[in-house]
């Protein structure tokens, strides 16, 4: 009979430490269903913040690649302007242009120069009592015809 009372003792330790490891096990099962809801809301959270932001960059990119193209046009057209005016310039004979305009310059100062000096070569005196003269030969006939005075 000590054997089956120390049975009995036994069953009822075995029992109560199974009871113990099943409320322990109802306790980490609470604790895990409480993590996984938590996980779940996390992750539907996060799902619902990365459709968010994906929308967003798809709107910014809607907007943004027109406006990108517009200024990628009118950059290769500028680049072509810039390369063609490269090539005329390339083949411009500048240093010609240049003494050419050297050379006018030098024969427009010349020039000048003879006027000049033709200018200071006029008697004034002379000029003036030539005019005087024409004056006081057409004043008679012009009181005559009655236009001048």
């Known amino acids: 009979m000590e054997e089956e009372i120390k049975t009995d003792e036994e069953t009822a330790a075995y029992r109560q ?5 099943n409320r322990e096990m109802a306790q980490t099962e609470k604790s895990q269903l409480k993590y996984q809801k938590l996980a ?17 960059v798809l709107l910014l990119v809607g907007y ?3 406006k990108v193209d517009n200024i990628y046009a ?16 390339k083949d411009a004979d500048l240093g010609g242009t240049v003494q050419n305009i050297n050379t006018l310059t030098v024969q427009a100062t010349g020039n000048l120069s003879d006027t000049m000096k033709r200018l200071d070569s006029v008697d004034l005196e002379k000029l003036n009592q030539a005019i005087e003269n024409l004056n006081a030969t057409i004043e008679p006939m012009a009181k005559f015809f009655g236009t001048m005075r």
Not at 40 to 53: D, E, K, P, R, V
Not at 80 to 88: G, H, P, Q, R, V
């Open 74 to 89: 009118s950059t290769m057209v500028s680049l072509n302007n810039l390369e063609t005016l490269t090539a005329e310039l």
């Open 64 to 66: 943004v690649i027109p």
């Open 40 to 56: 779940f809301i996390m992750s539907m959270l996060s799902a619902i913040f990365t459709g968010i932001i994906l929308v967003v």
């Open 17 to 21: 430490n199974v009871e113990e490891h």
